[in-house]
Structures are given as C-alpha cells and as structure tokens.
C-alpha cells in the first residue's frame, strides 16, 4: 500500500536519476569512514574491498551497532586473517570469541560457513548474489550487500535503516513486517544500476546519520526535494510498524556448582538456544512459571541454596526468568559427564551474557 496522495508526492520516477546522483555525491564526500570499507578514494588508489572482511562485518553488525561490533571485526580479523584460517579453528574456539555478540546461532554458521568456502570454494567467496545466498547464515541482506559491494552486482540492499529511508520517501502505509514487500519494491526501483556498492551504502549512511529513527536531520538531507513524509511533516510516523505483542515469559532454574576457584559448566546441545556454547547446568526453560522439582535437574546432591532474587534477560522472542542455587563442593572426583567442565575465571571470560548475569547474582 503505498500513498498515492497526489498533494504531498512528487512525481519520483522521472527524478530517480537525479536521486541517485545527488546520493552518491552527498556519499563522497560525507559518507563514513568504516574500517572494513572501502570508500571511493580507496577504489581510485587501487584498492578493493575483501569478501571475507565484508561479510565479517555484515554478520557481526546485523543485531549491534558498529561501535559495538567493530572491535569483534578487529578481533577476528587479528586472530583468523583469511577466511581458512576462521574454518580451521576449532568452533569453541569461535563461539568464544564471539561472546557478547549474542545471538549464537549466527556464530556458528559463520564457522560451518568458513568450512564451505574452505572446502568447496578453495577459499574463495563465489562472486554473485545467486551462489552467495546458498551459504549457511547468508541471507537476502548480505548476499545483495557483498555482490554490490565486492563484485559490483546490480542488488537491492534493504536493510533497516534503508527500509526507514524509503518508508519515508515514498509514505509507505503498510506496516512492518508486511509493509517490507513495497520498500523493497520501491528500493529495486530507485536503486542505482551504477556504482551498485557506493549506492547501497551511501542508502545505509543516509540512514544512519541523516535520517536516523528520532529525528531526521532533513535540512541536511539531499532526497529532502522529493520526500513525502518531509513535505507531509510526517517523518516521524514512518516506517508504519504492527503493534507489538508483549513476549511470553520463561522460566527456569540454573545451578552454580563451586569448587575452589571454579564454577561447572556444561556444553549445551548443538539444536537449542545458545547451541554449541558453555552454560550452566539447569532446566529447560519453559513457560508456565517456575520448574517445582527443581532438585531433580541439579547436576548431583549437595547442600544447594537458593540465591535471593530471580535472574532476568530478554531474548528476541521471550523475557527469561531465572531461579539460581548455588552450592560449595570440596570432592575432587564428583563425576560430571563427559559434556561438563570445572572452569576458571579465564575460561567463564566467553560465557553467555544470562550466564554471566547468574554468576553475578552469588
Ligand atoms: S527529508 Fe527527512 S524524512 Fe525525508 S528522507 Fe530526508 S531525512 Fe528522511
């Protein structure tokens, strides 16, 4: 649904050309500056931009802010340079290094990932958007980002702040999640056929920096002359989102088993949340309230006690509550299974934020 409110819309068609070229002017010279970019003037020295570190970056930024991210892109980067480096580490050895990343699941495609391209591709990204969206934990997004960017493919990149841009732009009534149907539609139209990269990431900047979420800096804005929203005083109302549901609650118990100095971990299982990646022993965690036997998940007997006050954490789709005992041990020889392990202070460092949380609370 896209407003046709003849009073407020300009004719955009014919003014796509002039769009795109006042963009990409406005991207030379304000555009940012990103480690993993390569910014015009780079091109004109020579220099190209790297698959490996264009992808790093796009999976590490898809759910944080590139304050956030960066210093995770330098981390991989200094610790695995190519992308065979990344696929011969060990996949702990990854997950650890993406702690504080969140959401895991990401952290282990781009592992399995790093093995495909070791494996079949010789090392080397395939170079088109068709075979890069076949890969584990690539998808529209990336795959349309790293073609325009690294092989100069005609895409449409659409990302978050893309979708504001052109919600606004053209006053895009349907709202999220549907309404991302006629953004993308709108932004294959406008996108530029040329200097396909720059483009997209001169949409993402103007996003970012100029017409950000709150308050729009339309005055500095090169698109002002043909923006709906701004010539409605509307911007603020778009993208239109559906309303929120509330999140169901979980809940859970975890056990925080001492001895000396370290605390028992265990690896939790490949298929669920947080796969693949060091917990705490517990239950699952399920709606409905808290578990009412919850002895029978401790890890072994002992003198457990329970820890005043419950640990929360939000996850995308649920708010977690967590109840948390904890108990000394002094035995040396307590079986713990072949998924568990005594942990130190260095070894608990890429522990799951809700864990961490947990431990905080003793
Ligand atoms: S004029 Fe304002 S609302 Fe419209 S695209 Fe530019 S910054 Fe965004």
């Not at 065979?84 to 996949?91: H, M, S, V, W, Y």
């Not at 975890?254 to 490949?270: H, K, N, S």
């Not at 917990?279 to 409905?288: H, I, N, Q, Y």
């Not at 996850?315 to 072949?338: M, N, P, Q």
Request: include cysteine; charged fraction near 25%; aromatic fraction near 10%.
């Amino acid at each position: 649904m896209i407003n046709s409110k003849k009073d407020t819309k300009p004719n955009l068609e014919s003014n796509y050309d002039e769009m795109r070229a006042r963009l990409l002017h406005w991207y030379d010279s304000e555009g940012r500056t990103l480690p993993w970019r390569i910014r015009p003037e780079d091109r004109a020295a020579g220099k190209n931009a790297d698959p490996y570190a264009i992808w790093l970056s796009e999976i590490m930024l898809q759910q944080t802010t590139v304050a956030h991210g960066t210093p995770y892109w330098h981390k991989f980067l200094n610790e695995f340079p190519t992308v065979t480096d990344l696929a011969n580490a060990e996949r702990e050895t990854v997950l650890s290094l993406w702690a504080g990343l969140g959401y895991y699941a990401r952290a282990r495609n781009l592992h399995k990932c790093a093995v495909i391209i070791r494996d079949d591709y010789n090392g080397q990204f395939p170079n088109s958007e068709a075979e890069l969206l076949k890969l584990p934990g690539i998808g529209a997004y990336t795959a349309a980002t790293m073609a325009a960017i690294c092989f100069d493919e005609a895409t449409n990149i659409v990302d978050g702040n893309v979708e504001r841009v052109i919600s606004r732009i053209f006053t895009i009534e349907e709202p999220l999640p549907k309404g991302r149907k006629d953004i993308r539609k709108m932004a294959g139209a406008l996108a530029s056929p040329q200097r396909t990269g720059d483009y997209g990431q001169a949409l993402m900047d103007l996003g970012a920096m100029i017409c950000t979420p709150r308050s729009p800096n339309c005055s500095k804005c090169v698109w002002q002359d043909y923006c709906s929203a701004f010539a409605a005083k509307t911007q603020l109302e778009y993208p239109k989102k559906a309303p929120k549901k509330s999140l169901p609650i979980r809940y859970g118990v975890v056990f925080i088993a001492i001895r000396g100095e370290a605390v028992l971990l265990e690896t939790r299982p490949d298929n669920g949340l947080l796969g693949g990646m060091l917990g705490l022993p517990g239950t699952d965690w399920a709606e409905g309230g808290f578990p009412t036997d919850p002895m029978n998940h401790a890890p072994f007997k002992g003198d457990w006690q329970a820890v005043n006050g419950e640990v929360r954490h939000v996850f995308t789709h649920f708010d977690l509550r967590l109840a948390v005992y904890r108990a000394v041990f002094d035995e040396k020889d307590i079986s713990i299974g072949h998924n568990g392990l005594w942990a130190d202070s260095s070894q608990r460092k890429g522990l799951p934020t809700v864990f961490k949380k947990a431990l905080k609370a003793i």
